[in-house]
């Protein structure tokens, strides 16, 4: 499964290479006009791009997310459900491609841009999907526990 994590993590460095290589900063270049551009965003801030200029925060919390997801999924391997594990795995690969962004840049490379959403990242989407994925575990699983036979 880490397999899965590499991947993200490679396909997420490989299109941020591609921007910051192909997209001038701060242009918009339409792919699908006023549906899907490519908008180069250099993000000094969080998700949507809150908290901005708190770099060393945001370093710390991927860090010790990455540690602990990291090792609870070493810790756990046979014992957690596949879509559990994959979710996790999703989390963890976005928070370090985000990391290396940080630790690279001083910001996170943004450039997928649906006009209306906030321009975000290959990283962005595998923890997002990741944490929808884990929250509808939490929530089915929950689910099935409270029922009554």
Avoid at 91 to 112: M, S
Avoid at 126 to 148: E, M, P, V
């Amino acid at each position: 499964m880490f397999i899965l994590s590499f991947l993200v993590l490679v396909l997420d460095q490989l299109t941020k290479f591609f921007a910051l290589r192909n997209i001038p900063y701060a242009a918009s270049i339409p792919v699908i006009k006023n549906i899907f551009h490519l908008s180069l965003v250099k993000n000094t801030g969080s998700a949507f791009g809150l908290f901005k200029n708190m770099a060393a925060v945001f370093v710390l919390v991927a860090v010790l997310s990455a540690i602990v997801i990291g090792r609870y999924l070493l810790s756990k391997k046979d014992k957690l459900d596949i879509i559990t594990r994959i979710s996790l795995h999703l989390i963890l690969a976005g928070a370090v491609g985000n990391l290396i962004d940080r630790l690279r840049f001083g910001y996170v490379v943004d450039f997928l841009d649906f006009r209306i959403w906030p321009v975000f990242n290959i990283a962005d989407s595998a923890i997002t999907i990741g944490a929808l994925l884990f929250g509808w575990q939490i929530i089915t699983k929950s689910n099935t526990k409270n029922q009554k036979p």
